[in-house]
């Protein structure tokens, strides 16, 4: 019998959320519960179970599941928000830290975010000091692992949720990362499932510390990740 790694994923909806769900299914070794505001799209084959309520329940979510790890891929768009900063940074800073310390509450140990390149709390840039200040918190709640995920653009189908801009990023993605060398290769775009299989890796480990994981090291995180174990 394998052991089963117990997975809360917070933000399901997500272009990162919904790869890990599909990397998940027929897995016995890992036991995803998803955790949402709203029904979460399930692949097909997932046996998984998804709770939906508010985010001030999601507490005893995570009491009532014990997960061994959280993944929080949260995250929204200054576009989504209709340009409202304060909206954008309820969801990527109090929404992501409001979910961290009711984990730790519930006695979860690990804990691992999605941030972003050039995440830096003293940033000019308003979406990237929101990602850098929610990064420096975090290592504040008290978790015994804590991972944080820096990928550039992010590549794969999206719903419907892809701005102009992201469009032709993704395009001239591939030619724009072979000029990326030394200190710039962590802008370098990345698969989406590149950094789910590089997620579900890291939430299996145990090792204690804190962790920060660019393009480089998401790389090799995601080919870490343990080939599916199925039960005879």
């Excluded at 001030?56 to 993944?71: L, M, Q, S, T």
């Excluded at 576009?79 to 979910?99: M, S």
């Excluded at 710039?184 to 939430?203: D, I, W």
Aim: glycine share 8%; net charge positive; proline share 4%.
């Amino acid at each position: 019998m394998s052991t089963r790694t117990r997975i809360a994923l917070v933000g399901a909806t997500g272009l990162i959320g919904q790869e890990i769900l599909q990397l998940s299914v027929g897995r016995e070794d890992l036991r995803i519960v998803g955790v949402a505001r709203r029904e979460v799209p399930l692949p097909e084959g997932a046996r998984m179970e998804v709770f939906v309520a508010e985010p001030a329940k999601w507490g005893e979510v995570f009491e009532a599941v014990r997960p061994d790890a959280v993944i929080c891929a949260l995250g929204t768009t200054i576009r989504k928000v209709g340009g409202d900063k304060q909206a954008f940074r309820a969801v990527d800073h109090d929404l992501v830290l409001d979910t961290a310390r009711a984990a730790v509450d519930a006695g979860v140990e690990r804990f691992l975010s999605v941030s972003s390149v050039g995440a830096d709390r003293h940033s000019k840039n308003f979406y990237l000091s929101v990602k850098g200040e929610t990064e420096a918190d975090l290592t504040k709640v008290g978790f015994k692992r804590l991972d944080i995920l820096r990928p550039g653009l992010l590549r794969g189908a999206r719903n419907g949720d892809m701005r102009p801009a992201e469009k032709l990023g993704m395009l001239a993605s591939p030619l724009v990362d072979l000029f990326l060398h030394g200190n710039a290769r962590r802008y370098r775009s990345v698969r989406a499932s590149q950094v789910a299989e590089a997620a579900l890796a890291l939430a299996m480990r145990k090792t204690q510390g804190r962790f920060v994981h660019d393009y480089d090291a998401i790389q090799r995180a995601a080919r870490m990740l343990p080939a599916p174990l199925v039960e005879d």
